[in-house]
């Protein structure tokens, strides 16, 4: 991987777009310093902090580099993109108009893509409204409880999200990898350093040695394992041997060539964690903007939810929330893959050039074992990202370790590099047959 890096940065042109995307996400890291007009940053910040890492909004600030914490003009951050994104995803399923722009090449996306931008605007309105309207009602947010105040932070916080979505379109144009998975990387990797150094504060540093020094072995291959676990999940995939048939058309032979299909083991990726994470987050966010006190029916259902109760020795009860948890992952992990991954059309394709699975008709039945097949990899792939999703759970409850380098966070990063890398490898195999064409 290094080696491969400083290969890149040998190539000038690679190299511009290796700088040009680091410039981008400095000015990220800048942008998230700035804070909303007329925000009594410090008064959030205490409030902020009184709420548990695992609470709603502690999710949603791993996903925002601490912009959301620092309530800078970048709080919203890409997660209207994200939501965006996905709701153009589902909605390509269930309008066949959108399918029909998806088959239709570069024009077909260039109209989801422009759609995608729209609804993301529409988003990042619509929640900083709620958030302005929250703030609001809260005495001792705002510098002074103005309709015209209120106006200014939604126009800011919207611009921000809409300005984020703009930078990331930039990297992937001009820069190296996916624009809006590095902008997410970034912020999540900015969130690492204080967390680790919070974890070795609690728990080793002021210790007896040979506890601390146990502690520190044990944060160490907790942290490796799960990045680890991680890789392997990522790479992990199922390749299904395809062979086509050889055709004769006057003194030439066509086909004969073998392939094949590889099926990830870990299909939808990190979807089905943000699925499920974002209902069971959303009545929380509801109940703490309004200022429930959380009593009643509500808060012990609320109470259910929140992730800081699961694993709780004194209040094991709140795990059945985890167990919901873990079976809405392998839910969305089928859900996500039957939305993106069709048996019944590759089967149709691979009829159609003439390809066919050996020991397996053509047709129906090459649908039916793809089908099992991947009811099978996805299984096992589920089971792979509830231990990731989980186990991070499972410490805090336990021990009260909270980081945001969770489950969800370390598939993002770990994809999105290896991805990267990828990528460049690409682009510099690409230069070199580039360069004996050219001689």
Not at 223 to 229: R, S
């Amino acid at each position: 991987m290094f080696k491969s890096l400083m290969n890149a940065l040998k190539v000038k042109e690679i190299r511009l777009k290796i700088l040009f995307t680091l410039a981008m996400l400095a000015l990220i890291r800048l942008g998230s310093a700035i804070p909303v007009p007329g925000m009594n940053t410090s008064v959030f910040r205490n409030w902020f902090q009184g709420l548990t890492e695992s609470d709603a909004f502690g999710f949603m600030d791993r996903f925002t580099g601490g912009s959301f914490e620092n309530m800078s003009i970048l709080a919203l951050n890409i997660t209207p993109y994200i939501t965006s994104s996905i709701i153009i995803q589902l909605l390509t399923i269930a309008i066949p108009k959108f399918e029909e722009w998806q088959r239709d090449g570069e024009d077909g996306r260039k109209k989801l893509t422009a759609l995608t931008r729209y609804i993301t605007v529409a988003l990042a309105l619509i929640e900083s409204i709620a958030m302005s309207i929250g703030f609001y009602r809260n005495t001792g947010f705002l510098t002074s409880q103005s309709i015209f105040l209120v106006i200014q932070i939604v126009a800011a916080l919207t611009a921000g999200s809409a300005f984020l979505m703009w930078i990331g379109e930039r990297i992937t144009e001009n820069g190296v990898g996916n624009g809006i998975s590095i902008v997410l990387t970034i912020n999540i990797l900015s969130r690492m350093p204080s967390d680790i150094s919070s974890l070795f504060g609690q728990f080793v540093s002021g210790k007896p040695i040979a506890r601390g020094v146990v502690s520190a072995i044990v944060i160490i291959a907790v942290i490796i394992a799960m990045v680890v676990l991680v890789v392997l999940l990522n790479g992990a995939e199922r390749r299904i041997p395809v062979q086509y048939a050889k055709k004769i058309q006057g003194r030439k032979t066509y086909g004969g060539s073998r392939s094949e299909i590889p099926l990830k083991v870990n299909t939808a990726g990190v979807m089905p964690i943000i699925f499920a994470m974002s209902l069971f987050q959303f009545p929380i966010i509801i109940s703490q903007l309004v200022g429930y006190n959380g009593s009643g029916f509500w808060g012990q259902f609320i109470a259910y939810l929140n992730q800081s109760n699961w694993c709780n020795p004194n209040h094991w009860n709140y795990s059945i929330g985890l167990v919901v948890y873990i079976l809405l992952l392998i839910f969305f992990a089928y859900f996500y893959t039957s939305i993106t991954f069709n048996p019944i059309e590759i089967a149709d394709n691979m009829k159609k050039q003439g390809g066919f699975i050996p020991g397996i008709r053509p047709g129906k039945p090459t649908s039916d074992y793809l089908t099992s097949i991947l009811n099978y990899i996805i299984f096992i792939g589920a089971c792979g990202l509830t231990i990731i999703g989980v186990l991070p759970i499972f410490f805090n409850g336990m021990f009260g370790a909270s980081v945001s380098f969770g489950g969800t966070s370390l598939i993002i990063v770990v994809s999105v590099i290896l991805e990267t890398i990828k990528q460049i490898e690409s682009q510099m195999l690409v230069r070199n047959y580039k360069g004996f064409l050219e001689d």
